[in-house]
């Protein structure tokens, strides 16, 4: 399921393909500048721009491992508002009007389609599937064990956002903490013994964003660990364009392998959701419905973002 950091299917994928989104992630070259490519912040467009300026190795689909920070001059993490991340996603991954071009399937579920297919059967609107995750939340012990156990939409909408590389919704468990380098990773997944019956195992994807935000990419606990003793630079989806720049002008006066005759290219503002526009009082609510912006003082919104918020809060420890 793409939405779901399922990164023990990653890893299984990698050590069957070498690459499970077509490029070898593997690849963390020696003296790079390391950029952290958190999905739907504004990390193409920082990647873009900087190697323009300089060599730079990216990490994004997978947790950034100890030994991708040993040599690295810099490393960037490119982060956003958790909340305005998960939206984004959810709306990235929607087949009711969002962009992302591959449609893979994962985790067969009860119904006999898969788990990501049932997710949006269940939501077409972000709005919608916040409404789940705090229906679920209010439940007694009891009453979440039942909607548990039917899998139950308000329990797939917390599901999808538990930071458990899927283990809820039936995903392989890989300690990524045991993992110091690339092929350490690989040899946990090869722990898992697959499923013979091939048309009951799941077919894995390593493709969305729903879950897998700052923390999720920094879940290994050495990583951490290691990402105090390094020069570390933090770009905000709120400011992209100006904290990249700043990035890349403190490497160049610290001595880093920066093009001084480079020109600076135009920084990309693909990422930049255009602002929301409406002539009627309907046009207004079905794009509060669909992207529940910050900005606005709709009590439904705010109600809304907060539930997430609060689902949400191991990424704002």
């Not at 893979?104 to 599937?129: E, Q």
Request: charged share 25%; hydrophobic share 35%.
């Amino acid at each position: 399921m793409r939405p779901l950091a399922l990164v023990a299917a990653c890893l299984a994928a990698w050590s069957a393909r070498g690459s499970c989104t077509g490029q070898d992630l593997s690849q963390v070259r020696k003296h790079e500048v390391i950029a952290v490519h958190v999905g739907k912040t504004c990390g193409g467009s920082v990647i873009n721009y900087m190697r323009n300026r300089m060599p730079v190795s990216e990490i994004h689909l997978r947790p950034v491992l100890p030994d991708d920070l040993k040599t690295a001059p810099l490393v960037v993490v490119v982060v956003r508002d958790p909340v305005d991340r998960v939206i984004s996603a959810f709306n990235w991954d929607s087949p009711w009007g969002g962009r992302s071009k591959q449609a893979t399937v994962i985790l067969p579920s009860s119904k006999g389609g898969s788990a990501h297919g049932d997710f949006y059967d269940c939501f077409a609107t972000a709005g919608k599937f916040a409404d789940a995750v705090g229906a679920f939340a209010a439940r007694s012990k009891d009453e979440k064990r039942k909607q548990t156990k039917k899998r139950s939409c308000e329990w797939l909408a917390t599901a999808f956002l538990k930071q458990d590389n899927g283990q809820a919704l039936g995903a392989p468990i890989v300690d990524l903490n045991r993992a110091t380098a690339f092929h350490d990773a690989k040899e946990l997944a090869r722990e898992h013994k697959g499923c013979p019956d091939a048309p009951h195992c799941p077919v894995f994807s390593c493709h969305g964003h729903l879950s897998r935000g700052a923390s999720w990419y920094l879940s290994n606990g050495k990583t951490r660990d290691a990402l105090k003793k390094k020069k570390f630079w933090m770009v905000h989806t709120a400011n992209c364009a100006n904290d990249t720049i700043d990035a890349i002008e403190w490497l160049s006066r610290h001595g880093g392998a920066v093009k001084e005759d480079s020109h600076h290219p135009h920084f990309s503002t693909d990422h930049v959701e255009s602002e929301y526009h409406h002539d009627t009082q309907k046009e207004l609510d079905a794009v509060l419905e669909r992207k529940l912006p910050a900005d606005s003082t709709d009590k439904r919104v705010v109600r809304r973002r907060a539930v997430l918020a609060a689902a949400l809060d191991y990424e704002y420890e």
